[in-house]
């Protein structure tokens, strides 16, 4: 069964940092974009941000909220791709999803998602 599954994560003072990841089955990465979403509390499903974003070419793009802080990378030997998120701020406290999605599909259609990883920016 295809799946993304994440770790990472957890309560971070400001100014801190954390690595997110998100394993795939073997191959995913291969004609697949991740993308990384984000949900805070207040909002619904339907209003998850995208912050980053990787093609299966390793092409990568940021949302401004999180560009110069956040930066994704992946091990292809390991299935994983992962967030690094530097500089944290209270702003970014949210639930983080990574997506898999075909790479000529947008971001927001149809794909795979991982199960979500709270990540807490707090003094």
């Known amino acids: 069964q295809v799946q993304l599954v994440q770790s990472g994560g957890g309560l971070v003072q400001p100014g801190g940092s954390l690595r997110l990841s998100c394993a795939g089955s073997?191959?995913?990465?291969?004609?697949?974009?991740i993308h990384w979403f984000r949900q805070a509390p207040w909002k619904q499903r339907d209003e998850r941000e995208l912050?980053?974003?990787?093609?299966?070419?390793?092409?990568?793009v940021y949302a401004e909220s999180v560009k110069g802080r956040f930066a994704m990378s992946r091990d292809n030997a390991k299935n994983t791709v992962y967030l690094q998120m530097n500089s944290l701020t209270p702003e970014d406290t949210a639930v983080y999803y990574c997506?898999?999605?075909?790479?000529?599909?947008?971001?927001?259609?149809?794909?795979?998602w991982g199960q979500g990883t709270q990540v807490t920016v707090s003094s």
């Open positions: 997506k898999a999605a075909l790479d000529s599909a947008s971001a927001y259609a149809y794909g795979l």
């Open positions: 073997d191959g995913i990465f291969s004609d697949h974009a």
């Open positions: 912050v980053a974003s990787m093609s299966s070419g390793g092409s990568k």
